[in-house]
């Protein structure tokens, strides 16, 4: 009688424990990172969730197979795939991935590919199959049949036709399952997976109207699980003896989908989130209730201690650390402004909607404090020596509560607190918008000023030191200390001044000092003793909040909460990928081993002792090597490159849910980097370009924290290019060789070819020559010489001795000027006009009034040294006189212009004539007894021909005809001649 007495009383003690455990954590759920669209998550309905033994996250949803690597999702599927969806994933022990669909094919996963292993809708009926999994066999259940099938040969080595209603479970190489006859009887049966044989080991057959669903795990040892009927749904324990024990529960009537043991926990996935609850006894107890809004599908703990919930319709949740719990602000409008610390373990929290919260770990969610008047709550703190709350509001003042939050008046005050700190139970050291000063502990009212408070000084945090009787505040000028003696000292470091907005001190004596944006300074004894910043181990140098317990300081700031053990002289990190869901922090407090962390929509608070997961195993791989743009698969053996493939991109990755925005790398390339290099957030990818020729290793680290994987590597060889190579060389010996013979052997054709060729030029010379000649005899023709020898005469017998001197004088240095020409292949543009020029004096003192002439030459011609064709221009010119001119009565003109074009790179010489025309002086000539010949002009035309073949660019002669009023008013000729310089 007093066994049962005891064992009644033990039982209901563990229930009371346990209620009031419920009753403790109810209502404050862990903190969860929603996965849905904008987060890239491919789908919104996911029916189950398992992890690899590589770390990779496959997830069955409405639209196929995704596989998430941490870094991004990859959709898989088979060309002969019926449907979309996909259902029970089931990992096996060569860490295959299995799943089926509606059409109950059924697939696995080998090498990352999809592969069909089999089609079973005829054996299933088209009932909606569940997996198992053995080293040898797959199982595959329905309602109606259970099929054993052999992974290797796919024969179906058992198959049963029954009602399958508890999904089959393995355990010690027996399977499970429950078998529902005449929908009213549930028989319990175990298979030895050798044999084949049933064993019944129980049955359920009171209180059932019809089983309709059923569900079984192992936790402590023993089988736990759920039938439920139309309207009932029972919980059972079958014991190592094989005794069928029914379960008490306070379970809702809520459809269960999974059921998973998880750290000696019963996980159950509903239809209105997930239970957790324990068995004691004969009793299941809830311990906690979440996602109640939920429709979850799956549950599952990852390797990186990360819990994954799916659910039908609102995408995933991850819970990445369960010690982390968090409290909703009551309003999606509203936000935490501030966090204050209260008594017995309270908390306070002003919002921006003017709202004053008030937590305690005891209860379920936060509760409103009612004030009198809705204005900004600018600072807020208990004082335990009045025990009461001074609470800050804008324009009214300080608002009184008393311990218990009940108002008890307002006072108007003029001064607006930033920080405070108790110095006795008298005064309080405070920091204010204006100054640094004391307020009176029991009148809220400052201190009459002396020289240490200065105004119009803004201070920001202050503490007081009790022991040394000190007092630090920081302003916009710095941060100071005052001493017992009110001796006013600046604390600075490397001579400059420090800009500090919190301060706390530890139990070892020592001030700890955040500052806007250097890290955190460590004071002792009004010095700097020791800094810490990014360089030795700060996540950033930017932090919002610090609080201190025992021999830990903690510190919130913009990229996570850090916990500094100065003790140990260790640093460990809290983050987005461990649970912190935003860094918007807006406040930071530490009681009894609880850390109580705000930001703008949460409280988040977890124990120092219990929250730190263990040091996580990080391992990178390389998921791809791109060679000179084409993908390769990673390899370990040596990859071997021409010269040409110089261009590699190396492609990693870290598995592990949110591994993309928290794993960082380092890298080296030997031969290229000489240190380690550190890449770049969330750029899982490293690109060389023109690497020279050599032998490489491409090294690879991933990091988190101080937390460093092993290091990986690719190697890879690069030739050197074709011309340095050995064969190269005896082939251009080669070359060499072949190309001497052939000179040697061609050597007499081409002194042939070059004979020939001397030849042909100098029968083309001889023949300028013999033109140049021509064209002279033409210029010094009898008819000029006899005219100009008749002038003279003339001169002499009117006795113009002057005249005919100067006459003959022309007359001489123009055939000295010819016979001087006539020895040089070309003459200068300015030579040319100089001969031209005196040509014509001539020809004017010859027609003397009745012949004029205008020569126009280009400013940059004039002593231009550039070099045309000897007796090129003079032979056109005498034409027109001689044919055009000399038949005209009077007023004879002649024009000549030349221009130097330098884009085309030509001098252009335009002679115009007002003559008779070449139609005139040809009849005139016809009907002469005596025909001169333009052999001048021949000869000219001749030699530009000659010219242009030799020339790159050619002479271009142009002879135009001019007409007035449809008769001929003489001629135009124009010459193109190219520019070469001498």
């Not at 003896?241 to 159950?268: A, C, G, M, V």
């Not at 013979?741 to 081409?750: A, L, T």
């Not at 000897?870 to 000399?886: C, D, K």
Request: charged letters at 20%; one cysteine or more.
């Amino acid at each position: 009688m007093y066994f049962w007495i005891m064992a009644f009383f033990v039982r209901n003690i563990w229930i009371l424990f346990f209620g009031l455990l419920t009753q403790f954590v109810f209502g404050q759920e862990p903190v969860f990172v929603h996965l849905e669209e904008k987060d890239a998550l491919p789908d919104k309905a996911f029916y189950d969730v398992v992890e690899d033994d590589n770390g990779i996250i496959w997830l069955a949803a409405d639209t196929g197979l995704y596989r998430y690597d941490g870094f991004s999702y990859q959709l898989l599927s088979h060309p002969e795939q019926k449907g979309l969806s996909v259902f029970n994933l089931t990992k096996d022990q060569n860490n295959r991935v299995w799943f089926t669909n509606l059409s109950n094919q059924l697939f696995v996963i080998k090498d990352g590919k999809v592969t069909l292993f089999g089609n079973y809708n005829d054996f299933l009926e088209g009932s909606l199959a569940s997996l198992t999994s053995t080293p040898t066999y797959i199982i595959v259940s329905s309602e109606k049949y259970i099929l054993i099938i052999d992974k290797n040969t796919k024969e179906v080595v058992y198959k049963e036709k029954t009602r399958i209603h508890v999904k089959p479970f393995l355990y010690q190489h027996n399977l499970y399952f429950g078998v529902s006859i005449k929908g009213k009887k549930e028989v319990f049966y175990k298979m030895n997976l050798q044999t084949f044989q049933s064993t019944r080991i129980g049955n359920l057959e009171k209180d059932f109207d019809s089983f309709r669903q059923g569900l079984g795990t192992r936790i402590h040892d023993e089988t736990i699980f759920f039938v439920s009927g139309v309207r009932k749904k029972k919980f059972f324990k079958l014991t190592k003896e094989n005794t069928i024990i029914s379960l008490k529960h306070q379970l809702p009537d809520y459809r269960i989908i999974s059921i998973k043991t998880i750290n000696d926990e019963l996980w159950l996935s509903t239809e209105k989130g997930i239970f957790i609850c324990t068995v004691v006894g004969e009793d299941l107890i809830i311990k906690n209730h979440f996602l109640k809004n939920e429709f979850t599908s799956q549950i599952i703990k990852d390797s990186f201690d990360n819990f994954w919930i799916t659910t039908t319709n609102n995408g995933a949740f991850v819970i990445p650390n369960t010690e982390i719990k968090a409290v909703t602000l009551p309003s999606e409008n509203d936000a935490f402004k501030r966090m204050f610390l209260g008594n017995n373990g309270h908390l306070v929290f002003s919002t921006i909607k003017y709202n004053l919260l008030k937590f305690h770990p005891s209860e379920k969610e936060l509760q409103t404090i009612k004030l009198p008047y809705p204005q900004d709550i600018r600072y807020a703190f208990y004082n335990p020596y009045t025990q009461q709350y001074n609470v800050e509001i804008e324009v009214y003042g300080y608002a009184f509560l008393d311990k218990n939050f009940q108002f008890l008046e307002h006072k108007k005050s003029g001064i607006n607190i930033k920080d405070h700190d108790f110095i006795d139970e008298e005064k309080i050291l405070v920091s204010l918008n204006t100054s640094f000063s004391i307020l009176t502990n029991h009148t809220n009212k400052l201190l009459p000023k002396n020289s240490i408070y200065e105004d119009n000084k803004r201070s920001y945090a202050c503490l007081y030191d009790d022991v040394q009787q000190q007092s630090y505040y920081s302003t916009t000028k710095g941060l100071f200390v005052v001493d017992a003696s009110d001796k006013v000292t600046e604390i600075k470091y490397k001579d400059e001044s420090l800009f500090i907005k919190k301060m706390v001190q530890s139990n070892d004596g020592r001030i700890w000092c955040l500052s806007f944006k250097k890290g955190i300074f460590v004071l002792e004894n009004q010095q700097v003793v020791a800094t810490y910043t990014t360089k030795n181990g700060l996540l950033s140098n930017f932090n919002s909040y610090i609080a201190t317990t025992e021999n830990q300081v903690w510190i919130a700031g913009n990229k996570g909460l850090q916990q500094i053990d100065f003790l140990n002289n260790t640093i460990r990190n809290l983050t987005k990928n461990d649970g912190i869901s935003s860094y918007e922090f807006t406040g930071l407090a530490i009681q009894n081993h609880q850390v109580y962390v705000s930001t703008l929509k949460k409280l988040c608070f977890f124990d120092t002792r219990k929250v730190f997961k263990t040091t996580r195993n990080i391992q990178p791989y390389f998921t791809a090597v791109e060679i000179a743009d084409s993908v390769y698969a990673p390899t370990s053996e040596v990859y071997q490159l021409s010269h040409h493939q110089n261009k590699l991109k190396f492609k990693f990755n870290t598995n592990g849910f949110l591994s993309k925005g928290n794993i960082n790398y380092m890298y080296k390339l030997s031969n290229v980097d000489t240190d380690w290099q550190k890449g770049t957030l969330g750029v899982n990818e490293v690109l060389y370009n023109s690497l020279p020729a050599g032998k490489f290793v491409f090294e690879l680290r991933a990091y988190e924290g101080k937390n460093v994987s092993e290091t990986i590597a690719v190697r890879f060889e690069i030739s050197e290019v074709f011309y340095k190579t050995w064969w190269f060389y005896l082939l251009v010996a080669m070359v060499l060789v072949s190309i001497a013979w052939y000179v040697f052997f061609s050597i007499n054709k081409r002194k042939n070819e070059r004979q020939e060729n001397l030849l042909k030029q100098q029968t083309k010379d001889l023949e300028n020559i013999r033109l140049k000649l021509e064209s002279l005899r033409s210029q010094m023709n009898p008819h000029f010489i006899f005219n100009a020898l008749n002038s003279i005469q003339d001169y002499i017998i009117q006795n113009e001795k002057s005249l005919a001197r100067r006459f003959l004088v022309k007359f001489s240095e123009l055939i000295r000027m010819y016979l001087e020409h006539s020895q040089r292949d070309t003459i200068s543009i300015s030579e040319e006009i100089a001969a031209l020029q005196l040509y014509l004096e001539l020809e004017k003192e010859r027609f003397e009034a009745t012949f004029n002439y205008d020569l126009i030459v280009n400013e940059s011609l004039k002593n231009s040294q550039l070099p045309i064709p000897t007796f090129l221009i003079q032979p056109y010119i005498e034409n027109a006189i001689v044919h055009g001119l000399l038949h005209k009565e009077d007023h004879r003109k002649l024009d000549i212009s030349f221009v130097l074009n330098t884009q085309t790179n030509t001098i252009t010489c335009t002679i115009t004539d007002n003559g008779i025309g070449r139609a005139a002086s040809k009849n005139i000539n016809k009907n002469r007894p005596f025909k001169p010949k333009s052999f001048s002009t021949m000869a000219n035309q001749k030699r530009i021909d000659l010219l242009n073949k030799t020339n790159s660019q050619p002479i271009i002669l142009q002879i135009i005809d001019n007409f007035e009023a449809g008769e001929a008013s003489g001629t135009t000729v124009i010459l193109n001649i190219p520019t070469q310089q001498a």
